[in-house]
């Protein structure tokens, strides 16, 4: 049983097409997040929920929107792909702070979404 | 501000050789928590190991080992005798609260049979 999938593994697309990558855990988290690995493999943060309220807005563009229906689950619908937005995307889950403290912030990981504007 | 720094971009080395993955942070909070992660070429991200800020006892693993100095702020990442399945792009990372980890640029390491 994979702990965190994403779907799909890989997407090619048009500029200024609209596309949506969803995320599952089944860790039983209460937080989840989006990193982009751009082509040099730098890692950065997009956005962290939890308890599926965004905590974390990375100064995204607005273009990307994610969505947290519940806690298992958080997608990302990106709007009008620019060719820039190409990078491997990745869904994490980590398991919050417990009340008073802080959490260890291991983050589990998805396979990845490679994005792919032409 | 907190921040992480692998100063080596790319190490090659050939099969049997130890190599020292170098990870030096910043941070003014005095807890937090440091990690290394591994993405071997099919690309995902496995997670290696986690410490905490008041533990800076070395840790071995098999032919990986870590040693961690709070007070020149490194983590640094030993594989001992190195194999072709070590090859890969390592990841230092910080977290200190707040649902942000902090990622190095990372060092992809080369191992040569």
């Known amino acids: 049983d994979t702990a965190v999938s994403q779907t799909p593994k890989y997407l090619v697309t048009q500029m200024g097409n609209d596309k949506s990558i969803k995320c599952e855990q089944n860790l039983g988290h209460d937080t989840m997040y989006w990193y982009k690995q751009d082509s040099k493999k730098f890692l950065k943060i997009m956005f962290s929920y939890n308890n599926k309220e965004l905590i974390i807005n990375e100064t995204v563009p607005n273009r990307f929107s994610p969505k947290s229906p519940d806690k298992a689950h958080l997608n990302l619908h990106i709007n009008s792909l620019e060719l820039g937005d190409s990078a491997v995307y990745f869904c994490a889950s980590s398991q919050g702070p417990p009340s008073g403290g802080v959490s260890t912030g291991e983050l589990f990981f998805g396979e990845g979404s490679r994005l792919t504007v032409l | 501000a907190q921040k992480v720094t692998q100063a080596q971009t790319e190490i090659s080395v050939v099969e049997k050789e130890d190599v020292t993955l170098d990870c030096v942070y910043e941070?003014?909070?005095?807890?937090?928590?440091l990690f290394w992660y591994k993405q071997p070429p099919s690309g995902e991200l496995v997670f290696l190991i986690r410490r905490n800020s008041f533990d800076e006892q070395n840790e071995i693993s098999g032919r990986y080992s870590w040693n961690f100095q709070k007070s020149t702020s490194s983590f640094n990442f030993t594989i001992t005798a190195s194999q072709v399945v070590d090859s890969a792009v390592y990841f230092c990372a910080l977290y200190t609260g707040g649902f942000k980890t902090i990622f190095g640029a990372g060092t992809r390491l080369f191992v040569k049979a």
């Open positions: 941070t003014r909070d005095t807890t937090y928590y």
